[in-house]
């Protein structure tokens, strides 16, 4: 069964940082696309940074360009998102997938995935 468990998240001031981690289990795939997505109070759910699991290509949402930073580390099937310099409009839940599909499909405003967890909140207020 696929599992995945988001941890680090927090309430911090505008300008501040926070490492979030993901932590996927269950998932047998050696080759796959694995991403963190979010989701503000009344907005749908947005794909925010994607990892290839083999050589590492990442791809990021305009939004969090320059800000946020993706990685992986398949020997502990976690990935990790570092979030600097965050905004108001960071605040939300996030969330992290896996799938074997282009990071263009999971990057969609449409992309659903069976094995959501239950996210870890990430608050940016003064």
């Known amino acids: 069964q696929v599992q995945f468990v988001e941890s680090g998240g927090g309430l911090v001031q505008p300008g501040g940082s926070l490492r979030l981690s993901c932590a996927a289990s269950?998932?047998?795939?050696?080759?796959?696309?694995i991403g963190w997505f979010r989701q503000a109070p009344g907005k749908e759910r947005e794909g925010v940074s994607c990892i290839n699991s083999r050589d590492g290509s990442t791809h990021y949402a305009d939004s969090v360009k320059g800000r946020f930073t993706i990685s992986r580390d398949n020997a502990k099937n976690t990935v990790y998102l570092q979030m600097n310099g965050l905004k108001p409009e960071d605040t939300a839940v996030y969330y992290c997938?896996?799938?074997?599909?282009?990071?263009?499909?999971?990057?969609?405003?449409?992309?659903?995935?069976?094995?959501w967890g239950q996210g870890t909140q990430v608050t940016v207020s003064s």
């Open positions: 269950g998932f047998t795939s050696d080759y796959y696309n």
């Open positions: 997938a896996a799938d074997t599909v282009p990071i263009a499909i999971m990057m969609d405003p449409q992309y659903e995935n069976d094995a």
